[in-house]
């Protein structure tokens, strides 16, 4: 596992992540419309070189083996 960096809902994800990787997180922050996602964050990790996000309420976004991203809701 690689460390990555952290940035706020709503901010610019860091620019090394793909275009799907990004509608994704665009994706999930659109569906927290209405709530106070003030002091969340995104954290960023790399596993086997692929990116995995995961937000504050446990929601995380990963690149499958297969080069998919997928979104994962926290129960």
């Avoid at 940035?7 to 709530?35: C, D, H, K, Q, T």
């Avoid at 995961?54 to 809701?73: F, N």
């Amino acid at each position: 596992m690689q460390l990555g960096t952290r940035w706020n809902v709503g901010e610019e994800p860091p620019a090394r992540l793909s275009p799907e990787f990004v509608a994704a997180v665009r994706a999930v922050e659109a569906e927290l419309a209405g709530v106070d996602t003030g002091q969340w964050r995104w954290t960023l990790t790399w596993l086997e070189g692929r990116p995995v996000a995961e937000l504050d309420d446990g929601t995380i976004i990963r690149v499958d083996y297969d080069g998919v991203v997928a979104v994962s809701e926290p129960e």
